[in-house]
């Protein structure tokens, strides 16, 4: 199985001057010249949620937002014509996963949404996870990431892809509690990139690594930062992070 795969974070606050709609143009632009099998996106509100269904028909999608009132989501999409779902869910990063809940100091909620994929032409599965870790409590994400290690380790049975924004840097408490059961791609990709991924100001250049595709039972061979850009302005206030992988023998 080889696989094409895109974390992205939409950017969902309107610090950008009311540019979203150019932005839209560039996120449709950019995965379309990716044409990933797998996105992983944040940050999705109802105006993102129905800009990435028109843009991308032929992606089925798990979806659910992170609380009844309130309206912000980390779904996923695969490729209908080669993915089928035959289960899927959604756990809260928190004390008591299964209820809406915030974890320890969490400035929001934040949940994880689950699938496991069926390759329709092979009849193989792959668990694909995304999430969006905390910004502000550093408790949190740890919960976080071990909720997502108990999770993704539950099923040993299948190859893994977890994606997602973790408001973190390599070799935190949280990425290396991720990186106990799952590979970080960028670190062992044949090909590989050093570029940041976050910038702290839409508009100015990238200045942090925050956004990641780790997997397991999965080579990667090749992992990239990709922007889509029209002068100085790019999709999003984070680039896509696109890896390309294939199962191991």
């Known amino acids: 199985m080889k696989l094409k795969i895109v974390t992205q974070n939409v950017m969902c606050w309107e610090t950008d001057g009311g540019e979203h709609p150019k932005r839209r143009e560039r996120m449709?632009?950019?995965?379309?010249?990716?044409?990933?099998?797998?996105?992983?996106?944040?940050?999705?509100?109802?105006r993102w949620r129905d800009y990435l269904e028109e843009d991308l028909p032929g992606y089925g999608s798990v979806f659910r937002f992170r609380g009844k009132d309130d309206h912000e989501a980390t779904p996923l999409y695969y490729k209908k014509d080669r993915f089928e779902a035959v289960d899927e869910g959604v756990f809260w990063l928190s004390e008591t996963?299964?209820?809406?809940?915030?974890?320890?100091?969490?400035?929001?909620?934040?949940?994880?949404?689950?699938?496991?994929?069926?390759?329709?032409?092979?009849?193989?599965?792959?668990?694909f996870v995304n999430t969006h870790l905390d910004h502000r409590s550093n408790e949190a994400r740890i919960?976080?990431?071990?909720?997502?290690?108990?999770?993704?380790?539950?099923?040993?049975?299948?190859?893994?892809?977890?994606?997602?924004?973790?408001?973190?840097?390599?070799?935190?408490?949280?990425?290396?509690?991720?990186?106990?059961?799952?590979?970080?791609?960028?670190?062992?990709?044949?090909?590989?990139s050093e570029a940041n991924t976050h910038?702290?100001?839409?508009?100015?250049?990238?200045?942090?690594?925050?956004?990641?595709?780790?997997?397991?039972g999965l080579a990667p061979v090749?992992?990239?930062?990709?922007?889509?850009?029209?002068?100085?302005?790019?999709q999003s206030d984070h680039y896509a992070v696109?890896?390309?992988?294939?199962?191991?023998?």
Request: proline share 4%; charged share 30%.
């Open 222 to 234: 090749r992992y990239s930062v990709e922007k889509e850009c029209d002068g100085p302005y790019a």
């Open 97 to 127: 996963p299964e209820v809406e809940s915030r974890g320890p100091g969490a400035g929001c909620l934040r949940t994880a949404i689950w699938a496991v994929l069926r390759e329709k032409a092979s009849g193989e599965t792959i668990l």
């Open 28 to 46: 449709k632009r950019l995965f379309s010249r990716l044409d990933p099998d797998l996105i992983g996106a944040q940050e999705v509100t109802d």
């Open 143 to 192: 919960l976080g990431a071990r909720l997502l290690r108990d999770v993704i380790t539950s099923r040993c049975d299948m190859p893994a892809v977890l994606t997602g924004d973790f408001n973190d840097t390599s070799f935190s408490e949280a990425i290396e509690t991720v990186k106990e059961f799952m590979n970080d791609s960028r670190l062992v990709s044949k090909e590989t």
């Open 242 to 249: 696109f890896v390309e992988a294939e199962t191991r023998e």
């Open 199 to 216: 910038s702290s100001k839409y508009g100015e250049a990238a200045d942090a690594s925050i956004d990641y595709v780790f997997v397991r």
